[in-house]
């Protein structure tokens, strides 16, 4: 099973751009499709964005189009989500997520992944 880290949360102000990496190890990663979710405080978490295994597929949350893209790159394990224009209200605990997966396919609800990071905080003042 692929254990996943997430790294580059941060505080930035409105506007600014962020990229978020999660590194996959002990497995094959390019088994795994990939999904970032977050939550914010008080909130239930979320979808953001998914991939397929070979990156060919994603999908994005309506909130999140068009400022977030997320992309991944097989040779180094990793999954990205570059964040721009960002808002006060991207402010939430990000965590990347895996499962095993047929070529093409991706996943946008929380109970399709069964392994999880730890999460990574942004934070976007205004």
């Known amino acids: 099973q692929v254990q996943l880290v997430e790294s580059g949360g941060g505080l930035v102000q409105a506007g600014d751009s962020l990229r978020l990496s999660c590194t996959g190890s002990?497995?094959?990663?390019?088994?795994?499709?990939m999904g970032w979710f977050r939550r914010a405080p008080g909130q239930e978490r979320e979808f953001v964005a998914a991939i397929s295994t070979a990156g060919t597929k994603t999908s994005h949350a309506n909130s999140v189009k068009g400022r977030f893209t997320i992309s991944r790159d097989n040779a180094k394990n990793t999954v990205y989500l570059q964040m721009s224009s960002l808002k006060p209200e991207d402010t939430a605990v990000y965590y990347c997520?895996?499962?095993?997966?047929?070529?093409?396919?991706?996943?946008?609800?929380?109970?399709?992944?069964?392994?999880w990071g730890q999460g990574t905080q942004v934070t976007v003042s205004s």
């Open positions: 997520a895996a499962r095993l997966a047929v070529t093409g396919a991706y996943y946008i609800t929380e109970t399709e992944y069964g392994t």
């Open positions: 002990g497995s094959t990663f390019t088994s795994y499709a």
